[in-house]
């Protein structure tokens, strides 16, 4: 039988457990607020006291006798008892906003930090868009809730107990018609909780399916763009929000009654409490001051027990979020981190694909017992048809995967065993998904090595053949790139990529199709630094430009998963095999039709 999962707000109470001490600081200072803000019924009973009964009012008992004296005693109370409330007004504001700033910061902090250290199989079946979602509107849905929520909740609380408290001290009777209405309201409260729950969770799903649609048209805008698609993604985006403004309005529809309903309860008791009040103040059975105090207590005590829908509300939705969070913070990563350090500076480079076996989730195997031998300093180019595993093998070495079984090993010692860290830090990778951030060209070359200095950076630039066009921009090293180096010609952000490797001068070096996008100048210019590089490091190139490959040490083919052929460019142009074919085909001697079968594998 499975444990049922804890509450979010449980789960909310154990996340905060480091923010404790400034959470009861903040209740504290909630309580005592609202202790003051009830004493002004208690003043006004003491002045109608006075009034009324002059030298034989309760203040006289304690040596006031004169009424004047007694007012100015009543008026002094006054000033300082406000003032309490305003002190702890601004000071359960304080606390309570700073601490949800605080919350904010760290689980959003965290749940990104959570993510990204998740497998790349994990980020498959998830979306940008959803992922944006929880860590802006549900990590800021809770800062809401911690805003004002919370603070609401302990003051309707206190309200209940102290005003309850002197009621049972006056008059037992007026307690009880008081609080006639607050089971009603509690129940009520239980029942729309339990109701309204389901369809801010509802709300929430729909919020992410719209930022993910966003997500997608804004980084696909040139595309777009391109297939004149605009009208049809306006409608799409349009769909997607009218679904979320129906979900709200499901819920809206719940949450608008509650208050309604909770004022007519409310009204009950107050009449009842005014009505018996007065007739036992006519009867002489009660003071006029304390009926007073207990008409405008009353009035404390029922009113603010409206605005529990909207505190209802609002925390609702809070665990709506919180849910989403802390599922999200529960997933663990299949990539355990190894134990075994390796510091980057005493790897060779040598890499070895140990009767490995993969597939992808949900995909039929791609790898099986595949086996594969770089030495260290060697040059290595793999090629075959789309599919075949080239770009696998690169995830494998970077343990963005691991094998189903088999081991890939560096210098020796499993990937598994050694930490994430030291792996990545051993290899530098040039992928054929270009990516840069915004910043400059030199934060993007810099993004390789932290602590890169001016000069490594411009050695790395001269190395991608970089250079010559980084120092005709009007700023040069410092030029914005804008979002994804959008105002870069393709050939110019590979170089970057490139130069961003090479910075980080890692005794390991792949390049996963990365000169796709320059032109055959700057190919043949990077092939000479990439030449000069391999004396001093492993090199690993995945290409289907064949003339980025000539002058490598080996050639592997690679063809339904397995190695097919392997040797050295004039070897493999010598017998009958695919690389023969691609090669005619790319220097002309055959038809096109023969790359496409070579291509697509058949």
Not at 409 to 418: F, K, S
Request: proline share 3%.
């Amino acid at each position: 039988m499975s444990t049922p999962s804890p509450s979010p707000f449980m789960q909310l109470m154990a996340y905060s457990v480091a923010h404790r001490r400034r959470m009861l600081l903040a209740s504290t200072c909630s309580v005592l607020n609202k202790i003051f803000d009830l004493a002004p019924p208690a003043l006004i009973g003491l002045a109608v006291d006075v009034v009324v009964k002059g030298e034989e009012s309760w203040l006289a008992t304690f040596g006031l006798k004169d009424s004047m004296h007694q007012l100015e005693f009543v008026a002094f109370l006054t000033v300082i008892i406000w003032g309490l409330e305003s002190i702890f007004e601004y000071l359960f504001q304080w606390l309570w906003r700073n601490l949800a700033q605080a919350m904010q910061h760290d689980l959003r902090k965290e749940t990104y930090d959570h993510i990204q250290r998740q497998d790349m199989a994990w980020f498959q079946d998830r979306s940008v868009g959803r992922l944006m979602s929880i860590l802006n509107d549900d990590v800021n849905q809770l800062e809401r809730f911690l805003d004002g929520g919370a603070n609401d909740i302990l003051q309707v609380g206190t309200t209940v107990v102290a005003v309850s408290g002197v009621f049972f001290w006056f008059s037992p009777g007026m307690a009880g018609l008081s609080l006639l209405p607050i089971p009603v309201i509690l129940w009520g409260s239980f029942r729309f909780q339990s109701r309204i729950a389901p369809r801010y969770a509802d709300v929430r799903e729909t919020a992410s399916l719209v930022n993910e649609q966003l997500a997608n048209n804004l980084t696909g805008i040139e595309t777009i763009k391109s297939f004149s698609c605009e009208d049809y993604e306006r409608n799409r985006v349009g769909d997607l929000s009218a679904a979320y403004q129906q979900s709200n309005r499901r819920a809206i529809a719940l949450s608008s009654v509650f208050s309604p309903l909770i004022r007519m309860a409310i009204v009950v008791g107050f009449v009842a409490t005014l009505v018996y009040g007065g007739w036992l103040t006519l009867n002489n059975e009660m003071e006029v001051g304390t009926f007073s105090v207990l008409v405008f207590l009353t009035q404390r005590l029922l009113w603010p027990l409206t605005r529990l829908g909207a505190t209802f509300d609002l925390y609702q939705r809070a665990m709506a979020s919180t849910r989403r969070v802390m599922d999200l913070l529960a997933v663990r990563s299949s990539i355990h981190d190894g134990t075994v350090r390796l510091s980057p500076e005493r790897v060779q480079g040598s890499l070895r694909f140990s009767n490995v076996t993969f597939g992808y989730p949900g995909r039929p195997t791609l790898l099986k017992d595949f086996d594969l031998e770089v030495q260290s300093g060697e040059s290595v180019a793999i090629v075959g048809p789309t599919g075949s595993g080239k770009s696998t093998l690169v995830r494998l070495a970077l343990r963005l995967f691991d094998p189903n079984s088999g081991d890939v090993l560096l210098d020796g010692h499993a990937l598994r065993t050694l930490a994430v860290k030291d792996v990545r830090h051993s290899i530098g990778l040039v992928s054929q998904s270009i990516f840069l951030f915004p910043g400059t060209i030199a934060d993007n070359i810099r993004y390789g090595n932290r602590g890169a200095t001016d000069e490594d950076v411009r050695i790395a630039a001269r190395q991608a053949e970089a250079t010559s066009f980084i120092e005709q921009l009007p700023q040069g090293f410092n030029t914005l790139i804008g979002e994804r180096g959008q105002r870069l010609s393709g050939g110019q952000r590979q170089r970057i990529c490139i130069a961003r490797a090479l910075v980080k001068n890692p005794p390991i070096l792949i390049l996963d199709e990365a000169t796709s996008a320059v032109d055959n100048e700057t190919e043949a210019a990077i092939q000479r630094s990439l030449s000069n590089l391999g004396q001093e490091r492993t090199i690993f190139i995945i290409a289907h430009r064949l003339s980025t490959i000539r002058h490598v040490d080996r050639i592997i083919v690679l063809q339904d998963g397995a190695i097919c052929q392997s040797g050295t460019h004039d070897e493999l142009v010598a017998v009958e095999g695919l690389y023969m074919r691609l090669w005619r085909v790319q220097t002309g001697e055959t038809e096109p039709d023969v790359a496409e079968d070579f291509l697509l594998g058949r």
